[in-house]
T-cell receptor, first 113, second 116 residues
Framework: AQSVTQLGSHVSVSEGALVLLRCNYS??????LFWYVQYPNQGLQLLLK??????LVKGINGFEAEFKKSETSFHLTKPSAHMSDAAEYFC???????????FGTGTKLQVIP | GAVVSQHPSWVICKSGTSVKIECRSL??????MFWYRQFPKQSLMLMAT?????????EQGVEKDKFLINHASLTLSTLTVTSAHPEDSSFYIC????????????FGPGTRLLVL
């Protein structure tokens, strides 16, 4: 079984401030973890993914995430928020070779000018 | 990159009619395609998994006779919402898994269905 929990359905940050979106996972086998971004009325775009290589993963648009097995976490960060970062972010988990991906409930990021 | 398209992007139909949504992988072969449904302000819920040339596997609670999925080729999967009703109004998103690729699904842009 696999699941993912995103803490905080809404997060507001000021432009230029640190972005931190939290994600905790549960998986019975070593997981693959993903962060996706969704803009209004659009599909999902992959930001970054962890597939058992380096625990610190760098993605597009300046985002990065760190896999911490001891904390079962995969939090998404960005040092300085930009207005264009305002969107909904989904954390997702896939248990090893099994193809089914389970998504979290999403976190809507608001960037305040 | 790997691109997935969906057609149409928007559809409005009358209650009782059927609607077909196409999902195409444009630059790769998708041995497996997934169909998701997303209600407003909610996450994606997997509806079914389809493998090319075989019957789709539906998630619990999804009516297979209502949501017909066909995956006739490695680049095309279709979702047909039969006898649509207003409660079927939603955002439908497909994704493709590339054979031999990394553990990533490539998502289409979604299709917004409104049933009147």
């Amino acid at each position: 079984a696999q699941s993912v929990t995103q803490l905080g359905s809404h997060v507001s940050v000021s432009e230029g401030a640190l972005v931190l979106l939290r994600c905790n996972y549960s998986s019975s086998v070593p997981p693959y973890l993903f962060w996706y971004v969704q803009y209004p009325n659009q599909g999902l775009q992959l930001l970054l993914k962890y597939t058992s290589a380096a625990t610190l993963v760098k993605g597009i648009n300046g985002f990065e995430a760190e896999f911490k097995k001891s904390e079962t976490s995969f939090h998404l960060t960005k040092p300085s928020a930009h207005m264009s970062d305002a969107a909904e972010y989904f954390c997702a988990v896939k248990a090893g070779g099994y193809q089914k991906v389970t998504f979290g409930t999403g976190t809507k990021l608001q960037v305040i000018p | 990159g790997a691109v997935v398209s969906q057609h149409p992007s928007w559809v409005i139909c009358k209650s009782g009619t059927s609607v077909k949504i196409e999902c195409r992988s444009l630059d790769f072969q998708a041995t497996t395609m997934f169909w998701y449904r997303q209600f407003p302000k909610q996450s994606l819920m997997l509806m079914a998994t389809s493998n090319e040339g075989s019957k789709a596997t539906y998630e619990q609670g999804v009516e297979k006779d209502k949501f017909l999925i066909n995956h006739a080729s490695l680049t095309l999967s279709t979702l047909t919402v039969t006898s649509a009703h207003p409660e079927d109004s939603s955002f439908y998103i497909c994704s493709g898994h590339r054979e031999g690729g990394q553990e990533t699904q490539y998502f289409g842009p979604g299709t917004r269905l409104l049933v009147l």
